[in-house]
């Protein structure tokens, strides 16, 4: 069983950055994928990012492609989203996500593929 845990949401004005961690307890990092999901008010979870579990690979919503940034360091089991050049439309709670995999280069985008969930984190942009 894998624990999330979610930080470095917050309050920031438009154009600026902040970067979320994810760390992981109750398992080794290294054998699961990781993802990044948000939900806004009234709408649907949606997908952000994802990356492998070994190998780098990193995968990106289309439209957030150029401004966010997926990484990991398994030896500190923890996964990073460095968000630049936020927008209003970027608030939303941000979770993290964990799916356990053989593979070393699979990188999941689905909700229903992800195992184990974080309890979120708040990012709010202000105009």
């Known amino acids: 069983q894998v624990q999330l845990v979610e930080s470095g949401g917050g309050l920031v004005q438009a154009g600026g950055s902040l970067r979320l961690s994810c760390a992981a307890s109750g398992g080794t990092s290294s054998t699961y994928a990781m993802g990044w999901f948000r939900q806004a008010p009234g709408k649907e979870r949606e997908f952000v990012a994802a990356i492998s579990r070994s190998d780098g690979i990193t995968y990106y919503r289309d439209s957030l492609k150029g401004r966010f940034t997926i990484s990991r360091v398994n030896a500190k089991n923890t996964v990073y989203l460095q968000m630049n050049s936020l927008k209003p439309e970027d608030t939303a709670v941000y979770y993290c996500?964990?799916?356990?995999?053989?593979?070393?280069?699979?990188?999941?985008?689905?909700?229903?593929?992800?195992?184990?969930w974080g309890q979120g984190t708040q990012v709010t942009v202000s105009s």
């Open positions: 996500a964990a799916v356990r995999t053989f593979s070393g280069r699979q990188v999941f985008t689905s909700r229903g593929e992800y195992d184990y």
